[in-house]
């Protein structure tokens, strides 16, 4: 008689079940390295771009990576940021400097017009010049339409011009004045000047006088100095040229000036 030999009809397996969680903490673990990786230099471009597939790939609703001021920026970053709203400060005030330079070169064409009509109505052109630029305004008297020869003290009729000239300035009155009086080389010794010094810095403060007596002027804002013979405009070898040096200039100062076309008044101007 045969013996019968028994059989299994399923032959046992081992459980795997424990393998997807564990595959999940990989992730996860993978995912933390990452981000502490990242955090050293955070790009915020490239971290909603990251957040954005780590939340798909885990489907686990919102997490730390939707919430980027949970991790602290690196230094680098910080000074990126601080950069950023430096460079973003300086365009505004920029801007705000251009607008200021437009509307000061609006003020002082209109108020070059005036005086220009002024002097054209008036016959004057031979003996007053305007001239605007990058700096100043500046009025130019030559001195025989105000002053007796060696003398400082204003012909009367030259008295109107200064009373006129303070009139159109009173409209702008935050502006810095400065009034300078000019000479020939030709020496000069008496006894009310010692020398060209004297008289030239007399002559400023004399027309200086006549435009603060306009009360709607403010003093603080002006100012008055004597060059004597040292800034020439012309030549003194002849007699026009000496006649062009001997001047009283009006000079209306910038507030606002862009440094780049901003035009010094040299030590010595060129004759």
């Not at 017009?113 to 305007?130: A, H, P, R, V």
């Not at 003194?236 to 009283?248: H, I, L, M, Q, W």
């Given at each position: ?66 919430n ?24 505004k005030e ?52 105000l ?6 003290k ?6 109107e011009?200064?009373?006129?000239i303070a ?74 040229g000496?006649?062009?040096?001997r ?8 507030k ?16």
């Amino acid at each position: 008689m045969s013996k019968k030999r028994k059989h299994n009809d399923h032959e046992d397996h081992i459980d795997e079940s424990w393998l997807i969680p564990y595959a999940d903490i990989l992730t996860l673990l993978l995912a933390t390295f990452i981000v502490l990786y990242s955090m050293s230099s955070v790009d915020a471009r490239k971290f909603d771009e990251m957040s954005q597939a780590f939340n798909l790939a885990l489907n686990s609703g919102t997490g730390v990576l939707d919430n980027p001021s949970v991790i602290e920026k690196g230094p680098k970053q910080k000074e990126i940021i601080q950069d950023s709203k430096e460079k973003e400060e300086e365009k505004k005030e920029q801007k705000r400097l251009e607008e200021l330079i437009r509307k000061e070169q609006e003020d002082l064409e209109k108020l070059k017009k005036k005086l220009d009509d002024y002097i054209k109505q008036n016959g004057l052109s031979t003996e007053l010049e305007t001239k605007l630029n990058h700096s100043q305004l500046m009025i130019t008297i030559s001195d025989n339409a105000l002053f007796p020869s060696g003398s400082s003290k204003l012909k009367e009729e030259s008295k109107e011009l200064a009373i006129t000239i303070a009139k159109m300035i009173q409209q702008y009155p935050e502006y810095e004045i400065v009034v300078s009086g000019h000479t020939d080389d030709q020496p000069i010794s008496t006894r009310e000047f010692e020398s060209n010094w004297d008289l030239s810095s007399s002559r400023a403060l004399r027309f200086m006088d006549v435009l603060l007596k306009n009360a709607a002027l403010k003093p603080e804002r002006f100012s008055a100095i004597g060059y004597g013979e040292y800034r020439p405009v012309a030549t003194n070898t002849t007699v026009d040229g000496r006649a062009k040096n001997r001047r009283v200039e009006v000079s209306i100062i910038r507030k606002y000036v862009d440094p780049e076309k901003a035009q010094q008044i040299p030590a010595t101007p060129k004759n």
